[in-house]
């Protein structure tokens, strides 16, 4: 899903002018250039451009695999809710979790997968953030339409979906905020319902309880591990933020089935 912030370039390894600099001036200079000028704003091209490269380069090889297999699934088990949902309202509210899903795992997958351009890079970035506040007001849609009396769904809905643009308009307009500023967000959004929990329990059951809360915790030791950068059990292959990513897919799991559960 989130990409981790931009690395430095690997230590000894000298940076290298924009593009468009000239080949004997030093990057360094080319930054320090007057405000407004041509100059700056190659310089500033090319230095974004070499972080990048090496953010790319220390990337770990399994990167942006787990939601890429797990799309295609996510598809086929949204296609399944809407089938088994027993009314309109339930059809729309499954409908609207489906698509959540599929745009958080689809455009992270392409996102970490693929190698992009700064302009590319920025609005994938973006979306991929964007999309962890869809998926949690998207998860609570089906829970709160096929769990909650109309006036509680209401307020569980209205609370939930204006925290998620909110947040949305936060990380498109502020895309450089430090993650210890917007990981906070994605947690405390996600426990909106823990007021609701009892009712959760009430209509659909222990197991329904069970698996709302397994699924928030889950995502939360996500949140922690994304925002601690630990643990990074191998940076080459497999680092901190594959084990986020690991964990939320077993929250997904663990949501999709009281969901399940829940519309049958």
Same mark, same amino acid.
């Given at each position: *899903? =989130?990409?981790?912030?931009?690395?430095?370039?690997?230590?000894?390894?000298?940076?290298?002018?924009?593009?468009?600099?000239?080949?004997?001036?030093?990057?360094?200079?080319?930054?320090?250039?007057?405000?407004?000028?041509?100059?700056?704003?190659?310089?500033?091209? $090319?230095?974004?451009?070499?972080?990048?490269?090496? %953010?790319?380069?220390?990337?770990?090889? *399994?990167?942006?695999?787990?939601?890429?297999?797990?799309?295609?699934?996510? #598809?086929?088990?949204? =296609?399944?809710?809407? !089938?088994?949902?027993?009314?309109?309202?339930?059809?729309?509210?499954?409908?609207?979790? !489906?698509?959540?899903?599929?745009?958080?795992?689809?455009?992270? !997958?392409?996102? @970490?997968?693929?190698?992009?351009?700064?302009?590319?890079?920025?609005?994938?970035?973006?979306?991929? @953030?964007?999309?962890?506040? #869809?998926?949690?007001?998207?998860?609570?849609?089906?829970?709160?339409?096929?769990?909650?009396? /109309?006036?509680?769904?209401?307020?569980? &809905?209205?609370?939930?979906?204006?925290?998620? &643009?909110?947040?949305?308009?936060?990380?498109?307009?502020?895309?450089?905020?430090?993650?210890?500023?917007? /990981?906070?967000?994605?947690?405390?959004?996600?426990? +909106?319902? +823990?007021?609701? #929990?009892?009712?959760?329990?009430? /209509?659909?059951?222990?197991?329904?309880?069970?698996?709302?809360?397994?699924?928030?915790?889950?995502?939360? %030791?996500?949140?922690?591990?994304?925002?601690?950068?630990?643990?990074?059990?191998?940076?080459?292959?497999? $680092?901190? @933020?594959? +084990?986020?990513?690991?964990?939320?897919?077993?929250?997904?799991?663990?949501?999709?089935?009281?969901? &399940?559960?829940?519309?049958?």
């Amino acid at each position: *899903m =989130i990409a981790e912030d931009a690395q430095p370039p690997v230590h000894g390894r000298e940076s290298q002018p924009g593009p468009e600099a000239p080949p004997d001036v030093p990057l360094a200079a080319a930054v320090d250039a007057p405000a407004g000028t041509a100059g700056r704003l190659t310089a500033a091209a $090319g230095l974004e451009g070499t972080v990048e490269r090496a %953010a790319a380069a220390l990337k770990p090889r *399994m990167r942006g695999w787990l939601h890429a297999g797990v799309f295609p699934l996510a #598809l086929v088990g949204g =296609i399944v809710l809407i !089938a088994v949902s027993r009314s309109a309202a339930a059809v729309a509210a499954c409908s609207v979790y !489906a698509l959540s899903a599929c745009l958080l795992f689809g455009t992270s !997958a392409v996102y @970490h997968r693929g190698t992009w351009g700064p302009r590319g890079e920025a609005v994938l970035r973006r979306l991929d @953030h964007a999309n962890i506040f #869809l998926i949690i007001a998207g998860t609570y849609t089906p829970l709160a339409v096929l769990l909650l009396p /109309t006036g509680q769904q209401r307020v569980l &809905l209205a609370a939930v979906w204006a925290g998620a &643009l909110v947040g949305i308009a936060f990380r498109v307009l502020w895309i450089g905020a430090p993650r210890r500023l917007y /990981t906070p967000c994605y947690i405390v959004l996600g426990w +909106v319902a +823990v007021f609701y #929990l009892p009712d959760f329990a009430r /209509t659909g059951g222990v197991a329904v309880l069970v698996l709302v809360i397994a699924g928030g915790l889950l995502y939360t %030791a996500g949140a922690v591990v994304y925002g601690l950068k630990r643990p990074d059990p191998s940076p080459a292959w497999f $680092g901190f @933020h594959e +084990v986020f990513h690991a964990l939320t897919i077993a929250a997904f799991t663990a949501h999709y089935t009281a969901i &399940l559960l829940a519309a049958t």
